[in-house]
């Protein structure tokens, strides 16, 4: 799958288009036809987790363009800003939107979607993945709730740098059994083993990413998939 970049020369589009080269993903969408639009993904919090979706986007195949955002609200008060992006992207029908779990019980975070996304029902769950099937208006569109962490990572906080801690353990036999903060285990342990492992992940088979990366994978393929 490409990705377009809402803010072109925003340091969301300067990160994961540098990464992208860097890695030789070749997930850059060059431009971006409203009627062409599948979906757009929205990122509430910054790196890496701009970097897991662009080498996601290099394992899930296909030439369709998708939008990309990451607004200055995180977590779930990015969720507010959905009106807009429908508003400003008419042949939306489908949003992806990725944000930790941080200290957060799953049920919390899912109370506090339900009162921000007004007019939208559950239509599957599966732990830290939730379907809402919305209406607005007479505007139908999926919201795909991607919620980051792994609990078989034993972090007080959980967020994205649970998968690449996993990810450093499946690959290069790191211990994370010591393992406080994935956060600060990730950016001051290995800051020297990083590009590593992105490599290793970019060249992973698609079964290996889907079980360090379970929630983010389904949920993508989720945003590729026609849903009724």
């Known amino acids: 799958m490409r990705l377009y970049p809402l ?21 850059m969408a060059g431009y971006l036809h409203e009627e062409g639009l599948k979906g757009l993904i929205i990122v509430t919090d910054g790196t890496p987790d701009d970097y897991v979706v662009a080498l996601l986007s290099h394992h899930l195949n ?16 990015a969720l507010h800003l959905i009106p807009n992006y429908l508003s400003r992207l008419r042949g939306l029908s489908k949003i992806a939107v990725l944000m930790d779990q941080e200290r957060d019980d799953l049920e919390a975070i899912y109370e506090g979607v339900g009162k ?18 919305c209406l607005r208006g007479k505007r139908r569109f999926d919201v795909i709730l991607i919620i980051n962490g792994l609990s078989d990572v034993m ?13 450093a ?5 790191v211990d994370i059994s010591d ?6 285990f990730w950016w001051n342990r290995l800051r020297n083993i990083h ?5 290793r992940l970019r060249t992973a088979g698609r079964e290996e990413i889907s079980k360090i990366f ?3 994978f389904e949920g993508l393929k989720f945003l590729k998939r026609e849903m009724k």
């Open 7 to 27: 803010e072109p020369t925003g340091k969301l589009a300067i990160n994961i288009s540098t990464f992208s080269r860097r890695l030789r993903l070749g997930i």
């Open 179 to 184: 393992v406080v903060d994935s956060k600060d």
């Open 195 to 199: 590009d590593e492992v992105y490599n």
């Open 62 to 77: 296909g030439e369709e363009a998708y939008a990309i955002a990451k607004p200055r609200r995180t977590r779930l008060e």
């Open 169 to 173: 353990n499946r690959f290069l036999d």
């Open 155 to 167: 972090s007080e906080r959980h967020t994205i740098e649970d998968h690449l801690l996993q990810a």
């Open 116 to 133: 921000i996304l007004i007019g939208c029902e559950e239509d599957f769950v599966k732990d830290r993945l939730c379907l809402y099937k």
């Open 214 to 216: 379970p929630q983010q």
